[in-house]
């Protein structure tokens, strides 16, 4: 058994967390980016690209230079270290896994996404979806040969500055069948936008479709495939995002406790702070095991991929909330405050937990493939 | 053992729930409950206008005696006022001055002192505002560096407070300040009230992790206060500060706002789907559910067992600081669960839908917009009035024998 990362790997690694750090130096540049229109920094996303940051999170097979387990979660834990905002996840992981997994793969556009040129959001997600794979209201129909999209996608992240959009729409069956679905690519300047923040500072947007034309990607099993894997692919990416954050919150603690000085003596020197930093310490251990393992068997067969990835997403949403909290407790009224960083990492962490399935669904979905 | 136990309120406290119940039927206006259901901001005025309603109806310093200009009421009386005025949606009458002062002032203030701040607290003619914590004094409160220098008729005060709430609001502080360098950190604290527009007294926002501005930073740089500014003796603060902290604490649980929580729960479980059924459906989920109204229940009882010992004169104890513990972390479950059964609808952050007047479509159901926010928010009950560490430590120290 081999738990280190190859040569190769760790350079990546290196770069891209220097480039990461000198980009998102604190709190308030990152701010800046929040509040920039599009909700991100657009020169920081195209010198991403030029660093092959994008072009690592997708396979050669497909014109990138990674796109394993690995490098996905190399990548995102530095982005959770960072609290970086920009579209990783949206264009580089979901949308890219998309246009990857469909029987005539789209290489044309993963190599504008990759240069960053083109930005594409999947959108997936409805107001009555509750980040299930196939429960789906939007709708398709044919027509003159063309396809009409109606319908009202929500929570698409960086669906206002996309300019196409991969849309999952309802061919026929009901609205929770399995079978009859369809995967659209979208131009987005149709489309009725409703952009707006996160409370962790991200930018996601309510997209309405009315008899919008659509190309048809992919339909029926292929498309629910391509779903699936698009969610646990962005489930992957956000369980290492956790363990990033997960990582700078407990440093902060721990630093805190070592400086902040009450009754004479670091909080730290108390034991029942002491212990609670330990079982923090614990857990985040347990996290990290279970992405390493996620990570591992992301290329392997499809039932083994998702089973491992529910474990880690399932693990990350229990452990997230136990160091946010303990984060913001231990502090004390510090971590209360906006301009405090610990309070910005404690509030991604939580809401990591509403995004590509909370710890409930994976918990749900990692019992359905263990076959309880 | 007590075999007749009687968890009924008597007819004379259900009538007493009735007029209070009819009372703020009346006299609270549907636009500032309806503000207080959607966690929109509150102005200055919003507050007032409630605790002016108080003033008239003479209900404003329910915990004072009656000869001072207070409601006589006993502790299940107060319990039942508590009750209603969250029930319903009113907004929270700001504690420092009516809650917090008048009780130091009634015991240990001077005649002067109590003919003339206490009517003033009686009519909200002063906003009094609480300057204990400082920037190295949270948890440790007696280890406070803000100085008091002895100026003959004056003292000279400088240093910094911080976690002030509504502290912009504010006419006036009490603060406890450092007049004895030298003691021992609790011997040589006094008790003393600063106009806020005296010479050299600054206000600073804080801005919290939801983006509001609720807390403030108090600096005072040579500020002068008049000697009669100050309550009972010199170096004896602490002893005041202490009276005040445990001062009628049996609303500390804060079981309505859960009670007001776990319902509105229920009611989003229901409209909540998961693979297209209603969330309440899912065993899993409805089981949390139960768990904490389990607690809850539990925790009730706790609360008006001590409630119902409070009122045959029996000074609650202990029992604070664990109805304090308990009730912070029921509240705060109840904010998580409200945050998990909402799914991604947790996710959209309009800031601009808590202002006054906001009506647009929403993103998503109406009751959605607040329910993140309000779970960051509720961190800080278990931080601040003694953190849930100190409660502890209070609790082991007092009854363990260790």
Redesign the interface.
């Given at each position: 058994m081999d738990f280190t990362l190859s040569e190769e790997r760790k350079m990546l690694q290196e770069t891209v967390g220097k480039f990461f750090n000198s980009n998102y130096k604190n709190i308030d540049k990152r701010s800046e980016n929040v509040n920039l229109p599009e909700g991100y920094s657009k020169e920081f996303w195209k010198e991403s690209s030029d660093l092959g940051v994008i072009s690592a999170l997708v396979s050669p097979k497909f014109g990138g230079l990674g796109g394993s387990g690995e490098d996905i979660s190399i990548i995102f834990e530095l982005i959770g270290k960072s609290l970086c905002v920009e579209p990783f996840l949206s264009s580089a992981v979901l949308s890219s896994t998309v246009l990857s997994s469909i029987s005539n793969p789209r290489n044309d556009l993963i190599t504008e996404i990759i240069e960053g040129n083109l930005l594409i959001s999947f959108a997936h997600c409805e107001m009555n979806n509750r980040y299930e794979d196939h429960y789906i209201e939007t709708n398709a129909y044919l027509k003159n040969d063309e396809w009409n999209i109606n319908g009202t996608k929500s929570f698409v992240m960086n669906g206002d500055d996309a300019s196409k959009i991969i849309v999952s729409a309802r061919i026929n069956g009901d609205v929770n069948d399995r079978d009859g679905i369809g995967l659209f690519l979208v131009d987005n300047d149709q489309t009725l936008k409703r952009p707006y923040n996160t409370i962790d500072g991200y930018r996601s947007t309510e997209l309405t479709f009315r008899d919008l034309k659509g190309e048809l990607l992919a339909k029926d099993e292929n498309a629910l495939k391509c779903i699936i894997k698009a969610n646990s692919a962005g489930a992957l990416a956000l369980s290492a995002e956790a363990l990033g954050i997960m990582q700078i919150c407990f440093d902060l603690t721990l630093d805190y406790l070592k400086t902040r000085k009450q009754f004479g003596k670091s909080i730290g020197a108390f034991q029942s702070i002491q212990h609670r930093m330990v079982d923090m310490m614990l857990e985040i251990e347990q996290v990290k095991s279970a992405v390493m393992l996620a990570s591992s068997t992301f290329e392997i067969d499809d039932l083994t991929r998702d089973k491992n990835i529910s474990a880690a997403k399932n693990l990350v949403g229990r452990v997230g909330k136990l160091i946010a909290e303990e984060t913001i407790q231990l502090h004390g009224g510090i971590a209360m405050t906006w301009e405090y960083s610990a309070a910005h990492y404690a509030k991604r962490l939580i809401m990591i937990d509403h995004l590509m399935g909370d710890s409930d669904y994976h918990r749900d979905r990692f019992k359905l493939l263990s076959n309880f | 053992m007590v075999i007749n136990m009687n968890f009924e309120y008597s007819e004379k406290d259900e009538n007493f729930r009735k007029e209070v119940k009819d009372w703020l039927d009346e006299t609270l206006p549907k636009s500032l409950s309806e503000k207080v259901k959607k966690y929109q901001r509150l102005t200055k005025e919003d507050y007032e206008i409630f605790m002016n309603n108080l003033t008239a109806k003479g209900w404003l310093a329910w915990h004072w005696p009656r000869e001072y200009g207070g409601t006589g009421w006993n502790a299940i009386e107060k319990h039942i006022f508590e009750e209603e005025i969250i029930k319903a949606s009113a907004p929270r009458i700001v504690p420092f001055g009516v809650n917090m002062l008048g009780p130091v002032l009634i015991e240990f203030g001077t005649e002067e002192q109590k003919n003339y701040y206490l009517p003033r607290i009686l009519s909200n003619e002063d906003w009094w505002a609480q300057g204990y914590?400082e920037p190295?004094?949270?948890?440790?409160l007696a280890?406070l560096k803000t100085t008091a220098v002895d100026k003959g008729d004056h003292y000279l005060v400088n240093g910094q407070k911080?976690?002030t709430t509504l502290g912009h609001h504010a006419d006036k502080i009490f603060c406890l300040v450092k007049t004895d360098l030298n003691a021992k950190p609790q011997l040589g604290i006094s008790f003393l009230l600063i106009d806020m527009d005296t010479p050299g007294v600054e206000v600073k926002p804080?801005?919290?992790?939801?983006?509001e501005h609720e807390v403030n930073e108090v600096w005072f740089t040579n500020v002068k206060v008049p000697k009669k500014n100050i309550v009972g003796k010199e170096n004896e603060g602490w002893t005041y500060a202490k009276y005040l902290l445990t001062f009628e604490r049996t609303g500390i649980a804060g079981v309505p706002y859960s009670k007001s929580a776990l319902n509105h729960l229920k009611m989003i479980s229901k409209r909540?789907?998961?693979?297209?059924k209603p969330?309440i459906e899912?065993p899993?989920?409805s089981s949390e559910i139960a768990e904490l109204e389990i607690d809850l229940l539990a925790m009730e009882i706790f609360n008006l067992r001590t409630v119902s010992a409070a009122a045959e004169g029996k000074a609650p104890g202990m029992e604070s600081s664990l109805l304090k513990i308990k009730g912070t972390l029921v509240r705060q479950k109840t904010t998580?669960l409200l945050?998990?059964a909402?799914?991604?609808?947790?996710?959209?952050?309009?800031p601009e839908q808590f202002d006054e007047g906001w009506n647009e479509m929403p993103?998503?159901p109406s009751y959605a917009g607040p329910i993140?926010?309000q779970?960051?928010n509720m961190?800080?009950i278990?931080?601040?009035g003694g953190?849930?560490?100190i409660q502890?430590n209070i609790v082991a120290k007092a009854s363990f024998g260790l």
């Open positions: - | 914590s190295g004094a949270g948890s440790d280890s911080t976690w804080i801005i919290t992790l939801d983006g909540s789907l998961k693979n297209g969330l899912d899993i989920f998580e945050r998990k909402l799914g991604p609808q947790a996710l959209p952050y309009l993103v998503g993140a926010k779970y960051f961190r800080k278990s931080i601040y953190s849930n560490e502890k």
